[in-house]
T-cell receptor, first 115, second 113 residues
Framework: NAGVTQTPKFRILKIGQSMTLQCTQD?????MYWYRQDPGMGLKLIYY???????DKGEVPNGYNVSRSTTEDFPLRLELAAPSQTSVYFC??????????????FGEGSRLTVL | QQQVKQSPQSLIVQKGGISIINCAYE??????FPWYQQFPGKGPALLIA?????SEKKEGRFTISFNKSAKQFSLHIMDSQPGDSATYFC????????????FGTGTKLQVIP
């Protein structure tokens, strides 16, 4: 059971470049999320999706875009990369039993450096 | 965004000792308080969670204590082991669910032999 799979694990970008972080889950979860993790800052929600075709902004969406064409996939697009986007990015999913609580399943992360 | 303040930032405990990590939240209606454990190079994983209608929950060596009136909750790790060395995050989930989650800033725990 693969769970939540993220690619790539590491990437170095130059300022102004664009790239897509891939995320796929095989648990048939409706809810998917993208977080960024910065040292001493905890996890911040970038975007989330409650089902195919439905996405919404989280706490820190600027500089990012997402799409959700299937239940399994939730790619995160970085346009015009900036040094402030240097971070570790985590994709997560869940299918909450009630009121969207329960366990959140995370991928292993994608470490992005923008130089 | 509501804040959750987590302390300490780092913690060193001897093997067999008790590790205690604290979180405090602001005045809002939270429904769910999970703790996540993260090993280096891995994503966070749910460790234990509590709802505000109970004051304590225990799972093995891990216990959450919850003080609703003080708006505080804490994680206690009894008989701490080197394998517990990880970063621990508390979180508070309001009725809006994980879309509105607030994570603490994390505590890096090191258990030394």
């Amino acid at each position: 059971n693969a769970g939540v799979t993220q690619t790539p694990k590491f990437r170095i970008l130059k300022i102004g470049q664009s790239m897509t972080l891939q995320c796929t889950q095989d648990m048939n979860h409706n809810y998917m999320y993208w977080y960024r993790q910065d040292p001493g800052m905890g996890l911040k929600l970038i975007y989330y999706s409650v089902g195919a075709g439905i996405t919404d902004k989280g706490e820190v969406p600027n500089g990012y875009n997402v799409s959700r064409s299937t239940t399994e996939d939730f790619p995160l697009r970085l346009e015009l990369a900036a040094p402030s986007q240097t971070s570790v990015y985590f994709c997560a999913s869940n299918d909450p039993p009630r009121r969207n609580t329960g366990e959140l399943f995370f991928g292993e992360g994608s470490r992005l450096t923008v130089l | 965004q509501q804040q959750v303040k987590q302390s300490p930032q780092s913690l060193i405990v001897q093997k067999g000792g008790i590790s205690i990590i604290n979180c405090a939240y602001e005045n809002t209606a939270f429904d769910y308080f999970p703790w996540y454990q993260q090993f280096p190079g891995k994503g966070p994983a749910l460790l234990i969670a509590i709802r505000p209608d109970v004051s304590e929950k225990k799972e093995g060596r891990f216990t959450i204590s919850f003080n609703k009136s003080a708006k505080q909750f804490s994680l206690h790790i009894m008989d701490s082991q080197p394998g517990d060395s990880a970063t621990y995050f508390c979180a508070a989930i309001p009725s809006g669910g994980y879309q509105k989650v607030t994570f603490g800033t994390g505590t890096k725990l090191q258990v030394i032999p």
